[in-house]
């Protein structure tokens, strides 16, 4: 079960990312996000605080309406990326894991390439499972085409992957290694 949360903590990571917290709400957690703002890219804190709601969420429609296409594309097109994301996080809730918080960090790189900005992000996803919280670390990138007014997202990928994807943008851009998930027993 362990590999399955992480596999789905990864695929999770992979597509977006944010801060968020939970409220009690007749005993379920209810994720809320803090919407934030950066100083010149004002729309990237709030897109991808409302990307992690729809993931943690299950919006998983608007989840994806709000990753870069490229890698929508490499995942086999919206349709097929919206069966294996419900799929695997039905699997994931049999086995009484649930998905409970995306939490971003300040960003540790933004360059703007060929027409492109690419802001990196720190993200840690948790997961609660049976056994504990599972938390992953990894990134996300958030990309514009247009100046800082629309933002796309994606994470997880590791430099190599960035670099087939966004050759240009890989001169510039570090993303650092995603970490596996740790299991934090309670």
């Known amino acids: 079960m362990l590999r399955t949360v992480g596999f789905l903590i990864f695929i999770a990571s992979v597509l977006t990312g944010c801060e968020q917290t939970q409220q009690a709400n007749a005993g379920a957690a209810t994720p809320t996000a803090t919407l934030r703002t950066m100083p010149g890219y004002p729309d990237l804190r709030v897109r991808a605080d409302k990307v ?68 990196v992000m720190p993200v840690r996803t948790t997961t609660k499972s049976l056994e504990g919280d599972l938390v992953a670390d990894g990134s996300i990138v958030g990309v514009s085409d247009d100046n800082g007014k629309n933002w796309k997202f994606i994470a997880d990928v590791d430099q190599a992957m960035f670099r087939t994807h966004f050759a240009d943008g890989a001169q510039k851009i570090q993303i650092a290694a995603t970490k596996p998930p740790a299991l934090i027993k309670q």
Not at 60 to 68: A, P, Q, R, V, W
Not at 77 to 105: F, P
């Open 52 to 119: 992690a709601v729809y993931r943690v969420e299950g919006n998983y429609g608007k989840f994806i309406d709000n990753l870069h296409p490229k890698l929508v594309e490499a995942m086999g097109g919206k349709e097929n990326m919206l069966d294996s994301m419900i799929k695997d996080y039905e699997r994931l809730n049999l086995e009484g894991s649930t998905q409970v918080a995306m939490v971003i960090g300040e960003p540790s790189q933004i360059e703007e390439v060929g027409g492109q900005i690419f802001a």
